[in-house]
């Protein structure tokens, strides 16, 4: 038996510990939005985050997040959307849609490190795949929801 803590709430799994993380999450949580691209760590739709940092989750023995804090796209906002998925509608980033939660959890990441990152610092850490080529609108999302944060620490601040 494992015992996970995923998107806040405790599970207990009895599964092999060499089973992938993901597999864990969506065939045995029934967590289905963090995704299967290549299996092989390299596209990222199965992105996930491990203590505060992106993961890929196909090639992570469930067993070596077991008593970290695992969040997937369903925990990322408590109440409502996280602010890189407004942004994501706001600019239309989907196309087929499928890479997309993967890309949205690391955006998170980045901006939870880096608040306003150059799009060197995009490039950098976004390392997902898109098939579909939205990587314009993907960047152009990231410096959306970083001048949100940026515009509401000010208005914030004056309410205190």
Do not use: F
């Not at 796209?73 to 998925?85: F, P, T």
């Amino acid at each position: 038996m494992l015992k996970l803590n995923v998107n806040g709430r405790n599970h207990q799994v009895d599964v092999e510990p060499e089973m992938p993380l993901l597999w864990v999450l969506r065939d045995h949580l029934n967590l289905p939005g963090t995704k299967y691209g290549c299996g092989e760590g390299l596209c990222g739709a199965c992105t996930v985050h491990l203590d505060g940092k992106a993961v890929r989750s196909c090639t992570l023995p469930v067993s070596a997040a077991a008593g970290k804090r695992i969040v997937t796209i369903e925990g990322l906002s408590k109440d409502g959307l996280h602010r890189i998925q407004e942004a994501w509608i706001e600019h239309e980033v989907p196309q087929c849609g499928y890479c997309q939660p993967g890309m949205i959890m690391s955006a998170a990441v980045l901006l939870e490190k880096n608040p306003q990152p150059t799009d060197a610092d995009i490039d950098a850490a976004m390392t997902n795949l898109c098939r579909c080529g939205t990587y314009l609108r993907v960047k152009q999302a990231i410096h959306a929801a970083a001048s949100a944060v940026k515009a509401a620490k000010p208005a914030a601040a004056k309410k205190a």
